[in-house]
Protein backbone atom coordinates (compact mmCIF):
# COMPACT_ATOMS: atom_id res chain seq x y z
CA UNK A 1 0.00 0.00 0.00
CA UNK A 2 1.73 2.92 -0.98
CA UNK A 3 0.81 6.29 1.66
CA UNK A 4 1.69 9.85 1.77
CA UNK A 5 0.67 12.49 4.11
CA UNK A 6 1.20 14.67 7.30
CA UNK A 7 2.14 13.69 10.36
CA UNK A 8 -1.21 14.53 11.65
CA UNK A 9 -3.37 12.52 9.35
CA UNK A 10 -4.26 9.25 9.87
CA UNK A 11 -2.00 7.40 6.96
CA UNK A 12 -5.17 5.64 5.56
CA UNK A 13 -7.49 8.74 6.19
CA UNK A 14 -8.13 10.74 3.03
CA UNK A 15 -5.18 13.60 2.31
CA UNK A 16 -7.44 16.91 2.46
CA UNK A 17 -6.45 19.61 0.36
CA UNK A 18 -6.12 21.95 3.47
CA UNK A 19 -3.34 19.47 5.02
CA UNK A 20 -0.90 20.69 1.83
CA UNK A 21 -1.91 24.37 2.28
CA UNK A 22 -0.79 27.09 4.35
CA UNK A 23 -3.25 29.74 3.23
CA UNK A 24 -6.52 29.64 5.20
CA UNK A 25 -9.49 32.36 3.95
CA UNK A 26 -9.54 35.34 5.61
CA UNK A 27 -11.18 35.03 9.28
CA UNK A 28 -10.80 30.99 9.71
CA UNK A 29 -7.58 31.39 11.79
CA UNK A 30 -8.70 33.41 15.21
CA UNK A 31 -6.02 35.75 16.31
CA UNK A 32 -3.83 35.38 19.38
CA UNK A 33 -1.61 37.60 21.00
CA UNK A 34 1.84 36.54 21.88
CA UNK A 35 2.46 35.25 24.84
CA UNK A 36 3.82 37.91 27.35
CA UNK A 37 7.58 38.26 27.95
CA UNK A 38 9.34 36.31 30.64
CA UNK A 39 6.11 33.82 30.93
CA UNK A 40 7.44 30.55 31.48
CA UNK A 41 6.10 27.28 28.77
CA UNK A 42 3.70 25.07 29.43
CA UNK A 43 5.35 21.94 30.31
CA UNK A 44 3.38 18.74 28.52
CA UNK A 45 3.63 14.98 29.18
CA UNK A 46 2.44 12.76 26.52
CA UNK A 47 0.75 9.36 27.53
CA UNK A 48 0.83 6.98 24.41
CA UNK A 49 3.11 7.77 21.58
CA UNK A 50 1.46 5.81 18.90
CA UNK A 51 0.58 7.48 15.55
CA UNK A 52 -1.50 10.26 16.74
CA UNK A 53 0.92 11.85 19.35
CA UNK A 54 2.47 13.39 16.40
CA UNK A 55 0.31 15.98 15.97
CA UNK A 56 1.12 17.41 19.41
CA UNK A 57 4.35 16.77 19.23
CA UNK A 58 5.61 18.78 15.39
CA UNK A 59 2.99 21.78 17.65
CA UNK A 60 4.61 21.60 20.00
CA UNK A 61 8.23 21.49 18.42
CA UNK A 62 6.85 23.69 15.62
CA UNK A 63 4.22 26.50 15.87
CA UNK A 64 3.70 26.57 19.56
CA UNK A 65 7.31 25.55 20.43
CA UNK A 66 7.11 29.73 22.32
CA UNK A 67 4.29 28.99 24.62
CA UNK A 68 4.71 24.85 25.39
CA UNK A 69 7.63 22.06 25.98
CA UNK A 70 7.19 18.42 25.62
CA UNK A 71 9.22 17.24 28.95
CA UNK A 72 8.38 13.40 29.16
CA UNK A 73 7.07 10.32 27.50
CA UNK A 74 5.01 7.70 28.59
CA UNK A 75 4.60 4.47 26.86
CA UNK A 76 5.25 1.09 27.78
CA UNK A 77 6.69 0.49 24.68
CA UNK A 78 10.44 1.70 24.16
CA UNK A 79 10.63 1.60 20.78
CA UNK A 80 7.90 4.27 20.44
CA UNK A 81 9.20 6.33 22.34
CA UNK A 82 12.37 6.21 20.62
CA UNK A 83 11.17 7.23 17.32
CA UNK A 84 9.49 10.57 19.52
CA UNK A 85 12.99 11.07 20.94
CA UNK A 86 14.13 11.33 17.44
CA UNK A 87 11.48 13.62 16.41
CA UNK A 88 12.63 16.15 19.14
CA UNK A 89 16.39 15.49 17.82
CA UNK A 90 15.37 16.34 14.38
CA UNK A 91 13.34 19.65 15.35
CA UNK A 92 15.96 20.57 18.12
CA UNK A 93 19.49 18.58 16.61
CA UNK A 94 20.90 19.47 20.51
CA UNK A 95 17.76 17.94 22.21
CA UNK A 96 18.44 15.06 24.55
CA UNK A 97 16.56 12.41 25.21
CA UNK A 98 13.38 13.06 27.37
CA UNK A 99 12.83 11.05 30.46
CA UNK A 100 10.51 8.04 29.68
CA UNK A 101 7.89 6.75 32.20
CA UNK A 102 5.76 3.22 32.31
CA UNK A 103 1.66 3.69 32.92
CA UNK A 104 2.53 2.45 36.42
CA UNK A 105 4.66 5.34 37.01
CA UNK A 106 2.26 8.23 36.15
CA UNK A 107 2.12 9.88 39.64
CA UNK A 108 5.63 10.04 39.87
CA UNK A 109 6.13 11.47 36.28
CA UNK A 110 4.24 14.37 36.99
CA UNK A 111 5.79 15.23 40.21
CA UNK A 112 8.84 14.64 38.88
CA UNK A 113 8.72 16.48 35.82
CA UNK A 114 6.49 19.28 37.36
CA UNK A 115 4.24 18.11 34.81
CA UNK A 116 1.45 21.25 33.73
CA UNK A 117 -0.67 19.38 31.14
CA UNK A 118 -1.30 15.88 30.55
CA UNK A 119 -2.00 14.77 26.65
CA UNK A 120 -3.85 11.20 26.43
CA UNK A 121 -3.57 9.65 23.18
CA UNK A 122 -3.43 6.44 24.21
CA UNK A 123 -5.86 3.42 23.56
CA UNK A 124 -9.24 4.36 23.86
CA UNK A 125 -10.22 1.39 26.95
CA UNK A 126 -7.56 3.42 29.12
CA UNK A 127 -8.25 6.88 29.21
CA UNK A 128 -10.63 6.57 32.09
CA UNK A 129 -8.20 5.32 34.06
CA UNK A 130 -5.23 7.92 32.20
CA UNK A 131 -7.46 10.87 32.82
CA UNK A 132 -8.36 10.19 36.60
CA UNK A 133 -5.04 9.14 37.90
CA UNK A 134 -3.81 12.58 36.01
CA UNK A 135 -5.92 15.14 37.54
CA UNK A 136 -5.90 13.37 41.14
CA UNK A 137 -1.99 13.60 40.35
CA UNK A 138 -1.80 17.40 39.94
CA UNK A 139 -2.21 18.18 35.93
CA UNK A 140 -4.75 18.96 33.68
CA UNK A 141 -5.71 16.88 30.63
CA UNK A 142 -5.84 17.28 27.13
CA UNK A 143 -7.57 13.92 25.86
CA UNK A 144 -8.03 12.38 22.56
CA UNK A 145 -11.45 11.21 21.85
CA UNK A 146 -13.20 9.22 23.15
CA UNK A 147 -13.15 10.76 26.31
CA UNK A 148 -14.42 7.05 27.79
CA UNK A 149 -15.68 4.32 26.13
CA UNK A 150 -18.55 2.64 28.61
CA UNK A 151 -20.50 4.72 31.41
CA UNK A 152 -18.28 3.76 34.27
CA UNK A 153 -15.19 5.54 32.55
CA UNK A 154 -17.28 8.57 32.12
CA UNK A 155 -18.63 8.61 36.35
CA UNK A 156 -14.86 8.01 37.21
CA UNK A 157 -13.87 11.25 35.60
CA UNK A 158 -16.91 12.99 36.54
CA UNK A 159 -15.67 12.33 39.95
CA UNK A 160 -12.07 13.48 39.62
CA UNK A 161 -12.97 16.41 38.01
CA UNK A 162 -15.62 17.21 40.75
CA UNK A 163 -12.94 16.22 43.70
CA UNK A 164 -9.74 18.45 41.84
CA UNK A 165 -11.23 21.02 40.22
CA UNK A 166 -8.75 20.59 37.18
CA UNK A 167 -9.19 21.14 33.68
CA UNK A 168 -9.97 18.49 31.12
CA UNK A 169 -9.91 19.20 26.89
CA UNK A 170 -11.98 17.13 24.76
CA UNK A 171 -10.45 17.12 21.32
CA UNK A 172 -12.67 17.19 19.03
CA UNK A 173 -11.29 19.13 15.43
CA UNK A 174 -14.42 18.29 13.23
CA UNK A 175 -15.95 21.36 14.96
CA UNK A 176 -12.63 23.68 13.21
CA UNK A 177 -13.18 22.54 9.88
CA UNK A 178 -14.32 25.36 8.69
CA UNK A 179 -17.37 23.25 6.48
CA UNK A 180 -18.86 22.48 9.67
CA UNK A 181 -18.29 25.71 11.53
CA UNK A 182 -19.92 27.32 8.59
CA UNK A 183 -23.51 24.49 8.95
CA UNK A 184 -23.24 25.58 12.47
CA UNK A 185 -23.51 29.42 11.15
CA UNK A 186 -26.35 28.79 9.28
CA UNK A 187 -28.46 27.03 12.00
CA UNK A 188 -27.55 29.72 14.39
CA UNK A 189 -28.48 32.27 12.28
CA UNK A 190 -32.03 30.97 12.11
CA UNK A 191 -31.96 30.18 8.33
CA UNK A 192 -34.19 27.40 8.21
CA UNK A 193 -36.02 28.17 11.11
CA UNK A 194 -36.26 25.84 14.79
CA UNK A 195 -34.74 22.41 13.61
CA UNK A 196 -36.49 19.71 13.66
CA UNK A 197 -34.58 16.44 12.34
CA UNK A 198 -30.68 15.59 11.01
CA UNK A 199 -30.38 13.05 8.64
CA UNK A 200 -26.17 12.39 8.99
CA UNK A 201 -24.53 9.61 6.36
CA UNK A 202 -21.14 8.60 7.13
CA UNK A 203 -19.17 6.56 4.63
CA UNK A 204 -15.57 4.84 5.36
CA UNK A 205 -14.14 3.35 2.26
CA UNK A 206 -12.34 0.17 1.76
CA UNK A 207 -9.11 1.78 2.92
CA UNK A 208 -9.81 3.60 5.86
CA UNK A 209 -13.13 1.81 6.97
CA UNK A 210 -10.48 -1.25 6.97
CA UNK A 211 -7.85 -0.09 8.87
CA UNK A 212 -10.52 -0.26 12.16
CA UNK A 213 -10.45 -3.92 11.83
CA UNK A 214 -6.82 -4.27 11.29
CA UNK A 215 -5.46 -2.69 14.61
CA UNK A 216 -6.84 -3.03 18.32
CA UNK A 217 -9.98 -1.06 17.47
CA UNK A 218 -11.68 -4.32 16.66
CA UNK A 219 -12.54 -5.83 19.97
CA UNK A 220 -14.95 -3.28 21.74
CA UNK A 221 -13.50 -4.20 24.53
CA UNK A 222 -10.44 -1.52 23.70
CA UNK A 223 -12.15 1.41 21.98
CA UNK A 224 -16.24 0.63 22.74
CA UNK A 225 -16.46 0.05 18.86
CA UNK A 226 -17.38 2.35 15.97
CA UNK A 227 -20.34 4.11 17.30
CA UNK A 228 -18.40 5.20 20.50
CA UNK A 229 -14.46 5.43 18.66
CA UNK A 230 -15.67 6.89 15.57
CA UNK A 231 -18.97 8.13 15.91
CA UNK A 232 -18.21 10.56 18.93
CA UNK A 233 -16.76 12.92 16.14
CA UNK A 234 -19.90 12.91 14.55
CA UNK A 235 -22.25 12.91 17.38
CA UNK A 236 -20.36 15.80 18.98
CA UNK A 237 -21.02 17.99 15.65
CA UNK A 238 -24.86 17.08 15.82
CA UNK A 239 -24.93 18.04 19.99
CA UNK A 240 -23.10 21.51 18.86
CA UNK A 241 -24.38 22.38 15.76
CA UNK A 242 -28.39 21.72 17.39
CA UNK A 243 -27.00 23.27 20.96
CA UNK A 244 -28.57 20.07 22.47
CA UNK A 245 -28.33 17.45 24.44
CA UNK A 246 -29.22 13.98 23.64
CA UNK A 247 -32.36 12.17 25.59
CA UNK A 248 -32.95 8.83 24.02
CA UNK A 249 -30.96 6.40 21.68
CA UNK A 250 -31.70 3.65 19.73
CA UNK A 251 -29.67 1.52 17.80
CA UNK A 252 -29.01 -1.78 14.73
CA UNK A 253 -26.04 -2.86 13.34
CA UNK A 254 -23.98 -5.77 12.91
CA UNK A 255 -20.35 -7.08 11.48
CA UNK A 256 -21.55 -7.44 7.82
CA UNK A 257 -18.74 -7.24 5.92
CA UNK A 258 -15.68 -7.61 7.51
CA UNK A 259 -14.99 -10.97 9.87
CA UNK A 260 -13.86 -14.00 9.01
CA UNK A 261 -17.54 -15.57 8.79
CA UNK A 262 -17.94 -13.09 6.12
CA UNK A 263 -14.84 -13.92 4.00
CA UNK A 264 -16.11 -17.53 3.98
CA UNK A 265 -19.26 -16.44 2.79
CA UNK A 266 -17.88 -15.05 -0.21
CA UNK A 267 -15.41 -17.27 -0.44
CA UNK A 268 -11.90 -15.86 0.66
CA UNK A 269 -10.78 -18.52 3.06
CA UNK A 270 -7.15 -18.03 2.14
CA UNK A 271 -6.01 -14.38 3.80
CA UNK A 272 -2.95 -13.20 4.69
CA UNK A 273 -2.81 -13.07 8.42
CA UNK A 274 -1.08 -9.79 8.13
CA UNK A 275 -0.47 -7.02 5.96
CA UNK A 276 3.33 -6.49 5.68
CA UNK A 277 4.77 -8.72 3.00
CA UNK A 278 0.67 -9.26 1.43
CA UNK A 279 1.18 -7.90 -1.54
CA UNK A 280 -1.30 -7.50 -4.43
CA UNK A 281 -4.02 -7.22 -1.72
CA UNK A 282 -6.08 -4.24 -1.37
CA UNK A 283 -7.18 -4.58 1.87
CA UNK A 284 -3.93 -5.00 3.41
CA UNK A 285 -1.58 -2.55 5.07
CA UNK A 286 2.15 -3.16 4.37
CA UNK A 287 3.61 -1.31 7.49
CA UNK A 288 6.94 -0.62 5.60
CA UNK A 289 5.06 1.73 2.83
CA UNK A 290 5.23 4.33 5.32
CA UNK A 291 8.21 5.36 7.51
CA UNK A 292 6.31 6.50 10.49
CA UNK A 293 3.90 3.06 10.73
CA UNK A 294 7.30 1.17 10.81
CA UNK A 295 8.81 2.82 13.17
CA UNK A 296 6.02 3.08 15.31
CA UNK A 297 4.72 -0.40 15.02
CA UNK A 298 6.37 -3.04 12.91
CA UNK A 299 10.07 -2.24 14.72
CA UNK A 300 8.21 -2.27 17.74
CA UNK A 301 6.72 -5.30 17.60
CA UNK A 302 9.62 -7.20 19.54
CA UNK A 303 8.76 -5.03 23.08
CA UNK A 304 4.81 -6.12 23.24
CA UNK A 305 3.88 -8.27 20.17
CA UNK A 306 1.04 -5.86 19.13
CA UNK A 307 0.44 -5.83 15.16
CA UNK A 308 -0.88 -2.71 13.75
CA UNK A 309 -1.43 -4.54 10.54
CA UNK A 310 -3.64 -7.71 10.71
CA UNK A 311 -6.18 -9.00 8.42
CA UNK A 312 -9.71 -7.35 8.47
CA UNK A 313 -11.01 -10.68 7.99
CA UNK A 314 -9.29 -12.54 10.52
CA UNK A 315 -11.37 -14.41 13.61
CA UNK A 316 -11.74 -12.35 16.44
CA UNK A 317 -13.49 -8.87 15.46
CA UNK A 318 -15.69 -8.02 18.15
CA UNK A 319 -16.96 -4.21 16.39
CA UNK A 320 -19.75 -4.04 14.31
CA UNK A 321 -19.05 -2.17 10.12
CA UNK A 322 -22.59 -1.13 9.44
CA UNK A 323 -24.62 0.89 12.11
CA UNK A 324 -28.05 2.93 12.21
CA UNK A 325 -28.94 5.20 15.16
CA UNK A 326 -31.58 7.21 15.81
CA UNK A 327 -31.14 9.82 18.89
CA UNK A 328 -33.85 12.03 20.26
CA UNK A 329 -32.76 15.89 21.97
CA UNK A 330 -34.46 17.24 24.52
CA UNK A 331 -36.02 20.19 22.62
CA UNK A 332 -37.70 17.96 20.13
CA UNK A 333 -35.00 17.24 17.07
CA UNK A 334 -34.44 13.86 15.84
CA UNK A 335 -31.28 12.41 14.64
CA UNK A 336 -30.90 9.54 12.15
CA UNK A 337 -27.42 8.44 11.83
CA UNK A 338 -25.89 5.97 9.43
CA UNK A 339 -22.25 4.84 9.45
CA UNK A 340 -20.89 2.08 6.76
CA UNK A 341 -17.64 0.96 7.07
CA UNK A 342 -16.86 -0.94 3.38
CA UNK A 343 -17.86 1.79 1.12
CA UNK A 344 -16.30 2.34 -2.51
CA UNK A 345 -15.94 6.32 -1.47
CA UNK A 346 -15.70 8.10 1.67
CA UNK A 347 -16.93 10.84 2.63
CA UNK A 348 -20.43 12.29 4.68
CA UNK A 349 -23.53 13.70 3.96
CA UNK A 350 -26.00 15.79 6.70
CA UNK A 351 -29.18 16.97 5.69
CA UNK A 352 -30.87 19.64 8.17
CA UNK A 353 -34.42 20.13 8.19
CA UNK A 354 -35.94 22.90 9.92
CA UNK A 355 -39.02 24.91 10.36
CA UNK A 356 -38.04 27.75 7.22
CA UNK A 357 -36.29 25.39 5.32
CA UNK A 358 -33.31 22.84 4.66
CA UNK A 359 -29.35 22.72 4.82
CA UNK A 360 -27.55 20.22 3.00
CA UNK A 361 -23.57 19.90 3.33
CA UNK A 362 -22.09 17.04 1.29
CA UNK A 363 -18.46 16.17 1.53
CA UNK A 364 -16.18 13.53 -0.97
CA UNK A 365 -12.85 13.25 1.12
CA UNK A 366 -11.63 10.48 -1.36
CA UNK A 367 -13.96 9.78 -4.40
CA UNK A 368 -12.40 6.35 -5.19
CA UNK A 369 -9.49 4.50 -4.37
CA UNK A 370 -7.40 3.19 -6.99
CA UNK A 371 -5.10 0.27 -7.23
CA UNK A 372 -2.18 -0.15 -9.01
CA UNK A 373 -0.62 -2.85 -10.89
CA UNK A 374 -0.17 -5.63 -8.72
CA UNK A 375 -3.04 -4.72 -7.01
CA UNK A 376 -2.22 -2.68 -4.00
CA UNK A 377 -4.49 0.22 -2.79
CA UNK A 378 -2.84 3.70 -3.48
CA UNK A 379 -4.04 6.46 -0.67
CA UNK A 380 -2.81 9.32 -3.15
CA UNK A 381 -3.02 8.76 -7.00
CA UNK A 382 -1.82 12.50 -7.13
CA UNK A 383 1.44 11.51 -5.94
CA UNK A 384 1.45 8.77 -8.23
CA UNK A 385 2.49 9.38 -12.38
CA UNK A 386 0.11 7.99 -14.92
CA UNK A 387 -2.78 7.43 -12.12
CA UNK A 388 -6.36 9.25 -12.36
CA UNK A 389 -6.36 11.84 -9.43
CA UNK A 390 -10.85 12.02 -9.06
CA UNK A 391 -13.96 10.56 -10.28
CA UNK A 392 -15.57 12.92 -12.70
CA UNK A 393 -18.62 11.35 -11.50
CA UNK A 394 -17.86 11.78 -7.71
CA UNK A 395 -15.19 14.68 -7.63
CA UNK A 396 -13.85 15.25 -4.28
CA UNK A 397 -14.63 18.53 -2.57
CA UNK A 398 -17.65 20.23 -0.16
CA UNK A 399 -20.60 22.33 -0.97
CA UNK A 400 -23.01 23.47 1.81
CA UNK A 401 -26.47 24.66 0.06
CA UNK A 402 -29.78 26.35 1.66
CA UNK A 403 -33.02 26.28 0.91
CA UNK A 404 -36.24 28.25 2.54
CA UNK A 405 -39.54 27.32 1.60
CA UNK A 406 -41.16 29.01 -1.41
CA UNK A 407 -37.35 30.17 -2.72
CA UNK A 408 -34.69 28.77 -4.75
CA UNK A 409 -31.66 27.05 -3.24
CA UNK A 410 -28.91 29.08 -2.63
CA UNK A 411 -25.08 28.24 -2.27
CA UNK A 412 -22.99 28.89 0.71
CA UNK A 413 -19.43 29.48 0.30
CA UNK A 414 -17.37 27.81 2.87
CA UNK A 415 -14.00 29.23 3.42
CA UNK A 416 -10.59 27.51 3.14
CA UNK A 417 -9.10 25.96 6.04
CA UNK A 418 -5.22 24.29 6.72
CA UNK A 419 -4.60 20.99 8.16
CA UNK A 420 -5.75 17.92 8.42
CA UNK A 421 -9.33 16.66 9.30
CA UNK A 422 -11.34 19.09 6.96
CA UNK A 423 -8.64 22.20 7.79
CA UNK A 424 -9.59 21.87 11.70
CA UNK A 425 -6.51 20.12 13.08
CA UNK A 426 -4.46 23.47 12.88
CA UNK A 427 -6.95 25.90 14.95
CA UNK A 428 -7.40 22.79 16.90
CA UNK A 429 -4.32 23.01 18.28
CA UNK A 430 -4.01 26.96 18.88
CA UNK A 431 -7.16 26.99 20.52
CA UNK A 432 -5.69 23.53 22.97
CA UNK A 433 -2.05 25.49 23.38
CA UNK A 434 -2.45 28.69 23.57
CA UNK A 435 -6.37 29.53 23.50
CA UNK A 436 -5.93 32.03 26.62
CA UNK A 437 -4.15 34.30 24.31
CA UNK A 438 -6.88 34.13 21.99
CA UNK A 439 -7.56 38.29 21.29
CA UNK A 440 -11.93 37.42 20.97
CA UNK A 441 -14.17 34.88 21.92
CA UNK A 442 -15.02 32.53 19.65
CA UNK A 443 -18.68 33.21 19.16
CA UNK A 444 -18.85 29.16 17.88
CA UNK A 445 -18.14 27.90 20.92
CA UNK A 446 -15.78 25.09 19.51
CA UNK A 447 -13.11 24.56 22.01
CA UNK A 448 -14.84 21.51 23.72
CA UNK A 449 -14.60 20.34 27.88
CA UNK A 450 -15.21 17.28 29.34
CA UNK A 451 -18.75 17.91 29.52
CA UNK A 452 -18.98 17.85 25.54
CA UNK A 453 -16.94 14.78 25.75
CA UNK A 454 -19.32 12.92 27.58
CA UNK A 455 -22.29 14.47 25.67
CA UNK A 456 -20.86 12.39 22.22
CA UNK A 457 -20.01 9.36 23.95
CA UNK A 458 -23.22 9.23 25.80
CA UNK A 459 -24.72 8.34 21.82
CA UNK A 460 -22.33 5.40 21.30
CA UNK A 461 -22.39 4.43 25.06
CA UNK A 462 -26.30 4.24 24.73
CA UNK A 463 -26.44 2.86 21.26
CA UNK A 464 -23.74 -0.14 22.39
CA UNK A 465 -26.48 -0.87 25.13
CA UNK A 466 -29.45 -0.71 22.43
CA UNK A 467 -27.32 -3.40 20.45
CA UNK A 468 -27.04 -5.39 23.26
CA UNK A 469 -30.83 -5.51 24.09
CA UNK A 470 -32.80 -4.77 20.98
CA UNK A 471 -34.72 -1.59 22.99
CA UNK A 472 -34.01 2.20 22.87
CA UNK A 473 -31.92 3.60 25.89
CA UNK A 474 -32.20 6.92 27.59
CA UNK A 475 -29.24 8.38 28.67
CA UNK A 476 -30.14 9.27 31.70
CA UNK A 477 -30.90 5.66 32.50
CA UNK A 478 -26.89 5.72 32.22
CA UNK A 479 -26.07 7.29 35.11
CA UNK A 480 -22.85 9.01 33.81
CA UNK A 481 -22.03 10.99 36.67
CA UNK A 482 -23.54 14.30 35.61
CA UNK A 483 -25.86 16.11 35.03
CA UNK A 484 -25.57 16.90 30.83
Known amino acids: MTTSGPIDQNPTAPLPPSSRS??????????????????????????????????YVAALTGDHADVGEIVAWLDPNPARVDWYDDELRRARPDAAPLPRYTPDQLERMVAEQRVDIVIVTSPDHSHAELVDRSLRAGADVVVEKPLATDAEGSRRIARAVAETGRGVVTTFNY?????????????????????????????????????????????????????????????????????????RVYASGALRFYGDENARARGWPD???????????PFS??????????????????????RRDLDPFAPGITIEDNMAVLVDYRRGATLSYSLNAHSPWEGYRVTVNGTAGRAELEVIER????????????????????????????????????????????????PAGIGGHGGGDAILLMDILRGDLRLAPDPLRRAADYLDGVRAVAVGIAANRSLATGLPVTVDELALGVDL
Open 367 to 414: GFVEVDEEGNAILDPSATPGLATHDPLRPEGERLTVQRHWRRTEEVTI
Open 271 to 281: RPERGTDAAGD
Open 175 to 247: RYAPRNSTLREVIASGAIGEVTGVHFEWALDTVHGADYFRRWHRDKANSGGLLVHKASHHFDLVNWWLDDVPR
Open 22 to 55: GSPAAGVVPDFAPPPPGRARRRYAVVGTGHRAGM
Open 285 to 306: LDLRSDPRLEGLYLRAERHDGY
